[in-house]
């Protein structure tokens, strides 16, 4: 009977790590999927409004952005304590000869969220180049 059920108390510690580790792989895939998402709408945007979408993860956002931390905040655990940062760094690719330079910008998401039952704030970043 004791080795019954020490058999039965181990197949329960394995089956609630099997849980824990599962819900841990559904956020990273959601925080993975919301990063290319913005990266997406960025693509399609204008480039002369992709500074609009930058955020210091602080503040309202811009409009561009604010339908997005929404999504965040209500898909991911802790993502509105722990607010997402998106930077955008322009950079000239290059000057044709007596044209306008070509601006290629540097898009960096970082999603951050704190899982149920951990301490340590997890994060997913994602970088792309938009010209």
């Given at each position: 009977?004791?080795?019954?059920s020490v058999g039965v108390l181990a197949l329960i510690g394995?089956?609630?790590n099997a849980i824990n580790t599962?819900?841990?792989v559904k956020y990273r895939t959601d925080a993975a999927?919301?990063?290319d998402q913005l990266i997406g709408e960025m693509w399609v945007a204008s480039p002369a409004s992709l500074p609009g979408f930058a955020y210091s993860?602080?503040?309202a956002g811009g409009s561009a952005i604010q339908p997005w931390l929404a999504q965040v905040g209500t898909t991911l655990p802790g993502a509105t304590a722990n607010p997402p940062i998106v930077?955008?760094?322009p950079s000239t690719l290059f000057t044709p000869t007596g044209g306008a330079?070509?601006?290629q910008y540097t898009i960096t998401v970082t999603i951050r969220y704190l899982p149920p039952k951990t301490t340590a704030v997890r994060r997913h970043v994602a970088t792309a180049v938009v010209s």
């Amino acid at each position: 009977m004791l080795i019954f059920s020490v058999g039965v108390l181990a197949l329960i510690g394995m089956q609630a790590n099997a849980i824990n580790t599962i819900s841990e792989v559904k956020y990273r895939t959601d925080a993975a999927f919301l990063a290319d998402q913005l990266i997406g709408e960025m693509w399609v945007a204008s480039p002369a409004s992709l500074p609009g979408f930058a955020y210091s993860g602080s503040g309202a956002g811009g409009s561009a952005i604010q339908p997005w931390l929404a999504q965040v905040g209500t898909t991911l655990p802790g993502a509105t304590a722990n607010p997402p940062i998106v930077t955008v760094v322009p950079s000239t690719l290059f000057t044709p000869t007596g044209g306008a330079a070509v601006t290629q910008y540097t898009i960096t998401v970082t999603i951050r969220y704190l899982p149920p039952k951990t301490t340590a704030v997890r994060r997913h970043v994602a970088t792309a180049v938009v010209s």
